[in-house]
């Protein structure tokens, strides 16, 4: 079984490096957009161009949307102290419970971190909720399926 105060820093730091890296890669996609957008400008002429190019825009600013989510994820991480212990499910708490493990943070899905799925969810997910009302040794009820919480770090 997992040490959760061991192994809450490693889930921390794989989240931090996810979210660094889809902001790499999305700052990237951004540029190329762009780059064949203005590519796009000196090629061609007339009603079709200013198509592709409206579509190009809303391309950028769709990503540039995105970006500033993943940047505020960055910012949420960034806050949280991984090595504070909690005593009760809240942000920044990693759950033990009996269907898994469940890291209090950022909206990230299911992540594969030293070996073990966590699922990465944010405060206002509804599983995050139902289990922020549960204390260590109480169940939480979502989607007609309980959760026990068996320890929270």
């Known amino acids: ?14 989240c931090l490096a996810v979210v660094k890296e889809r902001i790499v890669d999305l700052e990237a996609n951004i540029l190329d957009t762009q780059r064949s957008s203005q590519s796009d400008t ?25 970006l500033g989510n993943l940047i505020a994820m960055r910012d949420v991480l960034a806050r949280l102290d991984p090595t504070l212990p909690h005593k009760r499910v809240h942000e920044g708490a990693l759950v033990r419970t009996d269907r898994g493990l469940f890291y209090i943070a950022v909206g ?9 799925e966590v699922l990465v969810m944010s405060p206002q997910a509804p599983l995050a909720e139902a289990l922020q009302r549960t204390p260590i040794g109480g169940t939480a009820h979502f989607n007609g399926v309980a959760h026990v919480v068996v320890d929270v770090c």
């Open 1 to 14: 079984m997992t040490d959760l105060p061991t192994f809450k820093p490693l889930a921390h730091a794989h």
């Open 42 to 66: 000196k090629s061609s002429a007339g009603d079709k161009h200013e198509t592709g190019r409206a579509m190009a825009q809303l391309e950028v600013e769709k990503q540039q949307v995105s």
């Open 108 to 116: 990230l899905g299911r992540l594969m971190v030293d070996g073990q």
